[in-house]
Structures are given as C-alpha cells and as structure tokens.
C-alpha cells in the first residue's frame, strides 16, 4: 500500500498517537483507471473539458489530499512553535516531508529550501545567487528558451548591471554544448538552464552541463553555481542533483500532483552556495525564505514527491505509450503536421504539434470541449508567437498553429482517442476553408507567389 497519512507520520509521536482512526479515507491501492474514470464521468456530467494540459498544471492526487485534509482540519499549528504541542506536530511533519522532496532528487533534506513554488524559486536562485556574488561576478549563462520567469529574473539583473548570455538552441531544442562552452568567462558566477522545457518538453542534457561547469570551475579555481529549473522534471524523470553535479534546482508541486502553492529551492550546502534573501521576516527557511511555513501544503508536497518516486517508472511507461497513440493516431490521419522538439529528446507527456495551414487559437476553439494549449499558460493570454518555437527555428506560421497536448497520470486511453478524433475532424474541417491549403493540394508552392501588398 501507498504512503498515508500513519506512514507520513512515522514513529512514536503526540500526532500519531492522536490522530483519529477516521480522519479521511484511504486509498488502498492505486488505481488510476478507476479514478480517472470517475473524473471522466464527472467531466462530462458537469459539461466541463477533458483535461490534457498537464504541463500548465496536474491535477491532486487524491491520496496527496488524504494526507493533506488533518493538517487542514485538526494539525493546525504553527510549524515554527516551539513551545507546545502543536507546534511540534506540524514542525515533524514539515520535516518528514522535507525528507521526502530530498530522497526524490538524491539530497540532503537539510538542503531543501520550501517556496511557494518554482516561479519564486527561479526569482531567489537567479537573483539570491547573482546579487549575493555581484562584487566579483556579473556574467549570467541562460538559454533563450527558458521559462518566463528565469527570463525576467535574469533581465532583471541586467538593469542592475549584471551582462546576461541567452544562448540559442539547436533545431532539436537541446542547447549546443560548444557555444555553452565558449560562453564562459572568468567573471560567470551563474548558469540556469531548464530541466525539461514546458512548451516542447525537450530535456536538456543537464548532467552534461553540470559537468562541464564543475571541470572548468576546478581547472581555474573560479567556481560557477549552476542552477536549473525542473519544475516540468521533477517527480517525471530520475534526478541526481551529485550525480548531476546541480547547485540549485527548482521544484513546483502542482506540476507533480501536488497541490498549489508550494515548491521547492534545493540549496547546496557543501560547497556553500550564498544567497541574498528576497525578502524579510523571521528567518525561515535558513533565512533565505522568511515566513510562516504552510503544514498542509508542505505535507501534499513530500505525498507527492513519495508517490513520484514509488510509481515514477510506471508513470513514464503508461505516459509514453499513450503520447504514442496520440501522435500515431493524428499523423496517420493528416498531412502537415510537425512536432515541435525532438522526441528522442522529449519528455512524453508533453507533444507539441503545429498543424499547417491551420491557426492555432481557431482549432483550440473548436475543441473547447478539451482543455489544451498553445502555448505557455503563463504567457498564453498574448497572441504573439511562442518565443521558445521562434527560437528553435519555427517559422511564424507554423508557431501560430501549434497545440500543447499535456499527457498525465490520471489521462485515458479513451481521452486520447477522443482528442485524436476531434482533432482530425477540426482540423480538416478548417482546411477546407482555407485557400492556402487548397492551393498546396492543387500543387502550388507557396514560396513561388508574389504576394501583392495593400
């Protein structure tokens, strides 16, 4: 059986012995099928949406909330209360959690700074790092394809200063090794790039990198903290942040089935790396997050990170099957159709496909009746076109017609089918209204007309 709430609680402490036999209901196996099902049934009951966006973000595992609801109800202390009870019941149970996160990417729990989700992770790693070693180092590695906030955070320090390096990506999404390299200098004191891109899920090759840095820092005595966002990694793909050779990482627990709210900074202490704090307070957190420390959600994030780690080899295996029977299942189909990414390089649960001769925001109208994306649930909301498809070569056209399937645990076949029959049906449907495609059917190459400008 699967971790509840007792196992949360391990050992002979006051929680324990107190906590009530009937708190919540227990799953007693992990039935996925059964779950998504209901899910399902409640979708459609309620006129809602099939969900497959699981990159913006995942739905809450119901044993995650299980281990959730006492610290909701009837462990509400103040984790950060030393002087009772109820303090020390939720302050074991933060730390229990805390170990969890760390046994989930190998390291020790005592580097675990917890957030309030990635978004804030990034911002006091690149920022915390940057300013904390300004005196000596102003040169910043990053790559143009990464979250939004790495992006802002390091423009940021550019106002402040700092030089800042956006390296571009190959075709393929994976950063060129070579120009990484080559972008050094005696005076680089950070390099953040991602895990796993959340619009093409394309997984750079972070040991790699990791290792490279830690080579040039050794050789010249100049060490330079690498930190990555993982926040689409995490609980997804094993991570070793010694064998990976990761400064800091940065982990979101809704993106691993955990609730909302709560993330993670991992903080490497040996060797020390320095952060200056965003803000003030009461030194929480090593004094590099100060506030009062959120028990429920903490205890749903160490769930979901005990889940990931027990059921993560299966969940990759079921999630590869089913992205394979989506992208079989459209391209068998339709013509003109491009994935985004390499997917000998992706993650895949996330399949980024651009339809030809097809707007992206008019197909995801016609499939209202599943929830998709077309880019970024954080920048979505901008017409403009995807940035991290920009940058790995795709022409305007083409980001303008990409869609963002987001494959998860609780995703069924039968959704799958159903999302490959709409899509079928709307995108042939739109190609018969546009006169570019039956041009191209007429056999017209599109690069040889002269397009006339009013």
């Known amino acids: 059986m699967l971790p509840t709430i007792r196992r949360i609680l391990s050992g002979n402490t006051s929680a324990q012995r107190l906590m009530p036999m009937n708190t919540c209901k227990h799953f007693k196996t992990a039935n996925f099928t059964t779950v998504a099902r209901e899910r399902m049934e409640e979708s459609e009951s309620m006129g809602r949406a099939l969900y497959l966006d699981a990159q913006a973000t995942t739905p809450l595992d119901p044993r995650v909330l299980d281990a959730m609801m006492p610290y909701l109800l009837s462990y509400y202390g103040n984790p950060h209360s030393r002087t009772h009870p109820y303090g020390w019941e939720s302050e074991e149970a933060v730390e229990i959690a805390r170990q969890k996160v760390a046994a989930l990417i190998g390291a020790d729990p005592r580097d675990i700074i917890l957030t309030s989700g990635a978004t804030e992770s990034n911002n006091v790693a690149i920022k915390g790092v940057g300013r ?26 550019e106002h402040e200063g700092f030089d800042v390096t956006y390296l571009p990506v190959q075709q393929n999404g994976i950063v060129d090794l070579e120009k990484f390299r080559d972008a050094i ?3 680089t004191g950070l390099v953040s790039i991602m895990a796993v891109n959340n619009e093409i899920g394309i997984t750079q090759p972070v040991e790699e990198i990791g290792k490279n840095l830690l080579l040039w820092s050794i050789c010249r005595s ?47 202490r040996r060797p020390r790396v320095r952060v200056e704090a965003l803000q003030s307070g009461g030194g929480q ?3 590099i997050r100060s506030g009062t420390v959120p028990t429920p959600l903490v205890v749903g994030l160490g769930t979901a990170c005990d889940i990931a780690q027990e059921e993560m080899e299966y969940d990759h295996k079921r999630i590869s099957s089913l992205s394979k029977r989506l992208v079989d299942g459209i391209t068998s189909q339709l013509d003109f159709v491009i994935r985004n990414g390499e997917p000998e390089y992706s993650f895949p649960g996330c399949v980024n496909l651009s339809f030809a001769y097809v707007e992206g925001e008019s197909l995801l109208m016609a499939m209202k009746d599943i929830a998709l ?28 017609s990409s869609i963002r399937f987001g494959i998860g645990r609780f995703t069924t076949e039968a959704e799958v089918d159903y999302t490959v029959d709409k899509c079928v049906r709307c995108v042939r449907n739109l190609r018969e ?6 041009m191209v059917q007429d056999g017209i190459d599109l690069k040889t007309i002269q397009w006339s400008q009013h």
């Open 373 to 400: 994306s077309s880019g970024s649930a954080c920048t979505s909301a901008s017409l403009e076109p995807s940035y991290v498809l920009r940058a790995i070569g795709a022409d305007e056209d083409l980001a303008h």
């Open 132 to 157: 904390f070693y300004k005196s000596k180092k102003k040169h910043v590695i990053t790559t143009q394809t990464e979250h939004k906030c790495v992006l802002d955070s390091c423009r940021a320090l």
């Open 285 to 287: 957190e090593r004094g």
């Open 185 to 187: 200098r005696p005076d």
């Open 433 to 438: 209204m546009s006169p570019l495609y039956e």
């Open 222 to 268: 100049n060490k330079i903290f690498f930190h990555t966002d993982a926040a689409q990694a995490v609980g997804k793909i094993p991570i070793d942040v010694n064998k990976m050779k990761i400064d800091l990482m940065s982990i979101s627990g809704h993106k691993l089935y955990g609730p909302k709210g709560i993330g993670a900074l991992y903080v490497r």
